[in-house]
């Protein structure tokens, strides 16, 4: 199995952008279908964006949908999530979380229930 590591949060103002960066080690990440979740204090962690483990399909929560986009960067084990037009209500922290696949489940997953792996996370904060 793979552990994960989340990076690139900070505080920033309404309409900037981050790139959040969840990169692998102990094992091909290629191989896993990966999402990104949110959670802030008092809140369920909530779906952001997701992708299987080819990249060919992809799914964003409509709070999010053309704002993110999440990507495969198989070259350096990692996934990203682009974060543009970031609001005050984007403010949590970010984890990225992981399932290994067989070829033939090339599936996005929505539910943190459905990931046996998680990073530790990292802060974004987003001021008016």
């Known amino acids: 199995q793979v552990q994960l590591v989340e990076s690139g949060g900070g505080l920033v103002h309404d309409g900037d952008s981050l790139r959040l960066s969840c990169v692998a080690s102990?094992?091909?990440?290629?191989?896993?279908?990966v999402g990104w979740f949110r959670q802030t204090p008092g809140q369920e962690r909530e779906f952001v964006a997701g992708?299987?483990?080819?990249?060919?399909?992809?799914h964003y929560a409509d709070s999010v949908e053309g704002r993110f986009t999440i990507s495969r960067e198989n070259a350096k084990n990692a996934v990203t999530l682009q974060m543009n037009n970031l609001r005050p209500a984007d403010t949590g922290r970010y984890y990225c979380?992981?399932?290994?696949?067989?070829?033939?489940?090339?599936?996005?997953?929505?539910?943190?229930?459905?990931?046996?792996?998680w990073g530790q996370g990292t802060q974004v904060a987003v001021s008016s």
């Open positions: 979380a992981a399932d290994r696949k067989e070829a033939w489940e090339d599936f996005v997953m929505n539910w943190p229930s459905n990931y046996p792996l």
């Open positions: 102990g094992g091909t990440f290629s191989q896993y279908a």
């Open positions: 992708t299987s483990w080819s990249g060919r399909s992809t």
